[in-house]
């Protein structure tokens, strides 16, 4: 065999091992009766490595495999033919000349295909077709096949094609490779990682050889993508190749994040873009599809030639220019505002966002308005009102408060001035009182709604419209029930002139905390429900997070007071990924709380207390009081659930120390003038009864609770009044007065049980449950049918909160329990290995075993949880 023939039947070698890729594999497996595959990908996507991957797991099947790696010198006829009978048929193909399809080879692996011409590859795939073997399967690879069509190859299932797409890392492969390469990355440096390379395994290499080179400065690692390692192979491997036209195109378009023919001419004043764009596909360059008409390239191939071959100054703003104004022209706002913004135009830049910003605000694209506004100069903002008032709408679904009350504050002083624009006095009157109430001032925000309502009339539908949802939820959690309804019903009818969902959104969660408030559950969740579809319809538009901003925790209280275990549960996780937007501390509130109830439920009391501890110590930094208060409140239950009567009486000090929510000496503290939805059921003075119950202050505690009583009644918080009428009853039994108890508690049930309430009883403890079995034995008088049912339930989910509170603990063998009889005593280690007899390795493995049975991380919470599951003593 020729020597120059000899070495293309070798697959290349690399330095190191090649890295598994199981899920390209799995699917290269699943070709079925295709005869051909084709990894077509642009340079540095693996594609040799894959071929390599496959042949070496058949070549151990003993299958008979082949390879040819193709030249520039294949495109000759006689010389492919000569190439493709040394790898069918070996030292045969010389000895005695038999034919091709004789090969006993049945798997064939033909690398650079794009070496050929397209007359060669034309010919290939015809011997392929028409000459090998049927039962033989040939892989090609390469970066293109210079305009040569398969679509007649796959439309008759004959070709298989995997992309790049295909080929590209998936984000374990990313880390898989990283730790390969002995790189131990912190999670988010991994992700950056995969963000910037986009799974190109070429880039992830050279960008990890820069960085070991720099000696891992993991600082330094977003700068990375300008290495002269990358910019070296993309110089050498992807872009001297092609031709003086193609380079120009690549350079004239690179700047651009996305392109289609019509941009790419405009930009580049010509009309052959569509033919470029054909023929830099082909080429094998990292440039993918979007859709049907757009494109785009790899990040990092386009900002090299961004940096490295696009002239600076006035030639690179042309090129932005050009593209914004066709952008801008053809309804791309934000793709417009962005290249104006590079530039240099601000003016052009400022004009397109105030062209888009009802739109953008419609469509709550918050982030990108304020990301937008960013991006231009204070004084420019200055001078355009329009886009300020779009601002200040985005700002208040973020948690950059400080910047909404600056730009408030500018409002305030220029509709002071004399002949001002009314946009001032409009955005002012329609803002002012959402960011009092951010900021956490509800007086103040109660009594701006109250004086701007009768001058915002003649508003725009979006400054009208949030002034009467302010007006509406501040007259809600004042109790003010018929004021709150008439606002409410303004507010729907602003939102439907306005088009604004986000806002709508609000008014619905208003709607549903009227219901929860006044007891109806069912229609509580069913206006949920309402989020639900406005979320379905617009997905694709408006993030969820923003939809559900003011409603998560009220939705998580009502699932959870019904006891729907499982449905609050699923929510509680979908509230935790939307906490990033910086929601209301009444939503965190309601959220956390009823994380800390379900983890009671689950883990036991202990693991909620532990949770909540930290918790408290994390917003202790942050200027959020009443959230702090919240999670104090749920804390203190817990404390009073526990019976630990130091620790109540030092929860009774804590909470009592705020004058507005203090028992008082005779019960006779101040009522709360108002309440958000995370304190109906354990806020406005409620947590400090309970401390007073248990700290025998039984007297004090009941004159409180009646005087809250009677408020909540005359406001119509009847799941207030319930849960009031559940702690009278729990204070007369606590009292000495055992039948005031049973006829209070009878009274709570009749009323618990038409709103369909469960954890506002059960939660308060064993008193509760006890009181529940007398009402059952001996009520003072004959219940209804429908409380009576209603006590079976709770009886029935008491009992199984019971079982529940105990935590579920993995049963240990005997060896394990010693072991941690011993740690529990506080030894050591060493000490445990001394006093078993074993050695060291032997108990941390023992150790370790423990931990994975009981889901825990050290030596304290695993004796914690064994204590608590009753298995510390059971050894002895």
């Known amino acids: 065999m020729l020597d120059f023939v000899a070495q293309k039947l070798i697959p290349p070698q690399t330095a190191g091992t090649l890295m598994a890729r199981p899920d390209v594999l799995a699917r290269l497996g699943q070709a079925g009766g295709h005869r051909i595959i084709l990894l077509r990908a642009p340079a540095g996507y693996g594609k040799t490595s894959v071929l390599r991957l496959l042949r070496a797991g058949l070549s151990t099947a003993d299958a008979p495999v082949a390879w040819l790696t193709f030249d520039q010198a294949d495109r000759d006829p006689a010389r492919l033919l000569l190439s493709l009978r040394a790898a069918l048929l070996g030292d045969a193909a010389e000895a005695h000349m038999p034919r091709l399809h004789g090969t006993a080879v049945r798997h064939l692996f033909l690398d650079d295909v794009e070496q050929l011409d397209e007359g060669a590859i034309r010919l290939l795939l015809s011997v392929i077709v028409e000459v090998l073997p049927p039962d033989l399967r040939v892989y090609l690879a390469g970066r293109g096949l210079h305009q040569v069509s398969v679509a007649s190859l796959k439309a008759k299932q004959m070709l298989l094609e995997l992309n790049l797409e295909s080929l590209r890392f998936v984000p374990a492969e990313t880390e898989i490779y990283l730790r390969q390469s002995h790189l131990f990355l912190s999670d988010e440096h991994v992700r950056w990682l995969h963000q910037a390379t986009e799974g190109w395994p070429a880039a992830l290499e050279l960008l990890v050889l820069a960085w070991k080179r720099i000696q891992g400065n993991a600082e330094s690692l977003p700068d990375l993508h300008g290495t002269e390692d990358l910019s070296d192979y993309l110089a050498e491997e992807v872009l001297r190749a092609q031709p003086e036209e193609v380079q120009a195109f690549l350079i004239a378009t690179a700047p651009l994040q996305s392109f289609c023919v019509e941009l790419a001419d405009a930009v580049r004043g010509s009309d052959d873009s569509r033919e470029l764009i054909v023929r830099t596909r082909l080429s094998g360059l990292p440039i993918q599809p979007i859709g049907e008409h757009w494109f785009r390239y790899h990040p990092l191939f386009a900002g090299h030639i961004v940096r490295h071959r696009l002239p600076a100054g006035a030639g ?109 006095g409009d955005v002012l009157r329609g803002f002012e009182p959402v960011q009092a109430f951010l900021e956490g001032d509800v007086t103040r925000a109660i009594g701006l709604t109250e004086r701007y309502w009768p001058a915002q009339q003649q508003a725009r539908p979006v400054e009208r419209g949030m002034l009467a949802t302010s007006s509406a939820c501040a007259y809600l959690i004042r109790g003010m029930l018929p004021q709150a309804v008439q606002m409410l019903i303004e507010a729907r009818r602003t939102c439907a002139e306005s088009g604004s969902l986000t806002t709508m959104a609000v008014v619905v969660y208003l709607q549903a905390y009227m219901d929860a408030m006044q007891g109806r559950f069912d229609a509580a969740l069913q206006q949920i429900a309402l989020i639900d579809e406005i979320q379905k319809k617009h997905s694709s538009a408006i993030p969820a997070a923003f939809l559900y901003r003011y409603s998560a925790g009220l939705f998580l209280m009502v699932l959870y007071e019904t006891n729907r275990i499982d449905d609050a549960q699923l929510r509680v996780k979908f509230a935790r990924g939307i906490a990033g937007i910086g929601l209301p501390w009444d939503t965190v509130a309601g959220v956390q709380v009823t994380q800390a109830r379900l983890m009671a439920l689950q883990m036991g009391p202990a693991a909620a207390k532990r949770w909540l501890e930290c918790e408290i110590m994390r917003v202790r930094k942050q200027p959020t009081p009443r959230l702090r208060a919240a999670l104090e409140s749920e804390l203190s239950r817990l404390v009073v659930l526990g019976g630990n009567r130091a620790a ?188 078993l007899g074993l050695s060291i390795n032997t108990v941390k493995w023992h150790m370790a075993q423990i931990f994975s049975k009981f889901g825990v991380a050290n030596r304290v919470q695993a004796v914690n949880l064994a204590r608590q599951g009753g298995m510390l003593g059971r050894s002895r």
């Open 648 to 835: 109540i009486a030092g929860y009774a000090a804590l909470l009592n120390a705020d004058p507005a929510e203090a028992v008082g000496v005779d019960g006779n503290g101040p009522l709360p003038e108002w309440m958000f939805s995370s304190q109906e059921i354990d806020g406005g003075g409620i947590a400090q009864a309970r401390l007073a119950i248990a700290d025998g202050r039984t007297q004090a505690a009941q004159v409180r609770l009646q005087r809250l009583l009677r408020q909540a009644e005359e406001s119509g918080r009847r799941w207030r009044a319930v849960k009031l009428r559940v702690l009278l009853a729990l204070a007369a039994a606590r009292g000495g007065d055992p039948l005031e108890a049973l006829a209070r508690m009878a009274l709570a049930l009749e009323q618990g049980a038409q709103c369909g309430m469960v954890r506002s009883f059960l939660d308060e403890g064993e008193g509760v449950v006890g009181l529940l079995e007398q009402l059952r034995s001996a009520p003072p008088a004959p219940l209804s049918s429908a409380a009576s049912a209603h006590l079976n339930i709770l009886l029935a989910c008491g009992a199984r909160a019971g079982d529940a509170a105990r935590p579920p603990v993995a049963e240990l063998t005997p060896a394990e329990a010693s072991l941690l009889e011993l740690v529990a005593q506080g030894l050591s280690n060493r000490e445990v290995a001394d006093s």
């Open 316 to 424: 690179r703003a042309l090129v932005y220019a050009r593209a914004g104004q066709w952008l801008a022209a053809n309804d791309r706002g934000l793709d417009a505002f962005d290249c104006y913004i590079k530039a240099g135009q601000h003016e052009a830049a400022a004009d397109v966002l105030e062209a888009l910003g009802e739109t953008l605000l419609v469509r709550a694209q918050f982030p990108s308005i304020t990301h937008c506004c960013g991006q231009l100069p204070e004084a420019l903002l200055r001078r355009r009102p329009e886009i300020l008032r779009v601002l200040l709408v985005a700002l208040t679904y973020s948690p950059r408060h400080e910047d909404g009350a600056h730009w408030l504050e500018y409002f305030r002083a220029q509709a002071a001035q004399p002949d001002a624009d009314r946009v001032y």
